[in-house]
């Protein structure tokens, strides 16, 4: 009903939802454009979402996506069960390897990164979730890493499912191909092991 509307929660709304595209980061100029408000009004808007990390704006100026929609997706139960039964996973390739394992999950023609587990050591891949690159070919999503390589495997997937990989990430010279392709493929086998149904409220109880 009319009553029950809130007209700058839905201009923000409003601004969230342009963020809903295959292009990451915009402009002022864009963002006005896309949704017809003033750029005074934008900057008041995007400044309260950015407070709440619903967005962030990068060193060039432009607009992002912030942390916060990642976080709360992973409050979807689909979510928690993935991330329960794959992060004791990363964990232990972390712990194995010593270097940063990581699920990672094609999102259109972006990679992102889902879960991570890091090293305890200074010198390291640091990826965390929510991370994104550019996914340039469905048997390799691996991003471009300056003096360092990631190893990934493909997860069997059903209908409908986006493509995910296990992934090692490291160094060059420290994170061996044929040593974490081993790791990969029995953290893969583990992961087929386990149960994949969600829980219901009943079973949880």
Aim: charged letters at 20%; proline letters at 7%; hydrophobic letters at 40%.
């Amino acid at each position: 009903m009319a009553q029950d509307r809130v007209e700058a929660v839905e201009r923000a709304l409003t601004v969230l939802e342009t963020f809903d595209s295959s292009q990451e980061a915009f402009s002022l100029a864009e963002l006005a454009q896309t949704t017809g408000f003033y750029k005074s009004t934008l900057l008041r808007l995007l400044g309260s979402l950015a407070r709440f990390g619903y967005v962030q704006r990068s060193a060039d100026g432009r607009w992002q996506l912030g942390p916060t929609p990642l976080r709360l997706a992973r409050r979807h139960p689909p979510s928690r069960h993935l991330a329960a039964r794959v992060q004791p996973l990363l964990k232990q390739l972390t712990i194995e390897t010593g270097e940063t394992a990581a699920l990672l999950e094609a999102q259109g023609n972006r990679v992102e990164v889902r879960l991570a587990a890091l090293p305890d050591t200074a010198l390291r891949h640091d990826l965390h979730p929510g991370s994104r690159w550019w996914l340039r070919d469905a048997e390799n999503p691996c991003p471009e890493l300056l003096g360092g390589t990631m190893i990934v495997r493909r997860l069997a997937s059903s209908p409908g499912e986006p493509l995910r990989w296990l992934a090692l990430s490291g160094p060059a010279g420290r994170l061996s191909p044929e040593r974490a392709s081993v790791a990969l493929a029995a953290a893969e086998q583990a992961l087929a092991a386990r149960p994949t149904e969600t829980p219901t409220a009943e079973t949880a109880s």
